[in-house]
């Protein structure tokens, strides 16, 4: 049976990360892979913030060419690799445009509001699902642990994880024929399209 990878938004640092490790040291074959709006490359993709919302009327372009001389020092401290400072720098320069927490605009389509703190759309009452002792019981999932949409604990976790690079990870895969498919919806802000472009322009593969 073929085998496909695909994920969206953090799954972009998972699934390079796993697919390479299959194809490269696991040799196990791999039909093709597929991403979409990922988080891939923070050194491309950080630096797309501006761009991005002047281009959709977010911020005008004075304050454009002011973040984008911020974003270099945020690229710095990417080459640096100091975990959580480079976090900060990097999101700290963007609050102009997205107050963090709870924007005036949906991070995942800017044409909606935010209205709840976090992920900004309404509850969905998933929780309510994900928590039912009769759900738990079928899925065969512990009762004693209780979900929560994005959890504090495993969030400061993939903090560590956050701007790490790992555009560089299909290269062999492409190598070696492996069709990859990444896409990005066009108003979606924290992965936007335009750092989507940045990041697989600049990888650099035989094809």
């Not at 039909?31 to 988080?39: K, S, Y």
């Not at 949906?106 to 759309?121: A, Q, S």
Request: glycine share 8%; with cysteine.
């Amino acid at each position: 049976m073929p085998l496909y990878l695909t994920g969206e938004s953090f799954a972009g640092h998972y699934i390079p990360a796993i697919a390479n490790y299959l194809h490269e040291e696991k040799k196990v074959p791999i039909a093709g892979l597929a991403i979409g709006n990922g988080w891939v490359d923070p050194f491309y993709q950080y630096p797309s913030y501006p761009e991005f919302a002047r281009s959709e009327g977010i911020i005008q372009a004075g304050h454009e060419k002011v973040l984008d001389v911020m974003y270099q020092f945020c690229r710095i401290s990417l080459i640096l690799g100091v975990p959580f400072v480079s976090t900060f720098a990097c999101q700290m320069t963007g609050a102009s445009i997205a107050t963090p927490a709870y924007p005036d605009f949906n991070l995942y389509d800017i044409r909606e509001p935010c209205v709840t703190m976090g992920l900004c759309y309404p509850d969905d009452h998933l929780w309510e699902v994900m928590n039912a002792v009769d759900y738990r019981v079928k899925m065969g999932i512990p009762l004693e642990n209780e979900w929560e949409m994005c959890a504090g604990a495993p969030h400061m976790m993939l903090m560590l994880d956050m701007e790490k690079m790992y555009g560089y990870k299909l290269a062999p895969l492409l190598d070696d024929g492996i069709p990859i498919l990444i896409y990005n919806g066009d108003k979606d802000y924290i992965c936007n399209w335009m750092g989507g472009l940045e990041w697989t322009e600049a990888l650099e593969w035989t094809g």
